[in-house]
């Protein structure tokens, strides 16, 4: 499913017209963002929780040249789905 494919569905579900559930989802998500970008950890209910973990750094072997590469530590995105969501993509596999 593409964005575009989401927000139809979205829209056909909420009886809102596509330009305001595409508003809707757009501020979500920069909601989202900007409470990672300072820290903090964003619980959607049913489906998961949003943080931000420190990869450590680490060192790579370059393929083409086969040297050494350091790494250096970065801040990542994470995702953590809530059990409820689990259960419900493991059964619909089943």
Do not use: C
């Not at 990672?36 to 964003?42: E, F, K, M, N, S």
């Not at 943080?51 to 790494?71: A, F, H, S, W, Y």
Request: charged share 25%; glycine share 6%.
């Amino acid at each position: 499913m593409n964005n575009k494919e989401f927000i139809a569905a979205l829209s056909q579900r909420t009886g809102y017209k596509q330009d305001d559930t595409q508003n809707m989802v757009r501020t979500a998500v920069y909601n989202i963002i900007d409470h990672l970008a300072v820290g903090d950890t964003v619980n959607v209910s049913g489906l998961g929780s949003f943080d931000v973990k420190k990869r450590m750094e680490r060192i790579i072997n370059n393929p083409g040249t086969g040297q050494k590469m350091l790494v250096p530590p970065k801040l990542v995105a994470n995702f953590k789905p809530f059990a409820t969501m689990k259960e419900k993509v493991k059964s619909a596999s089943e």
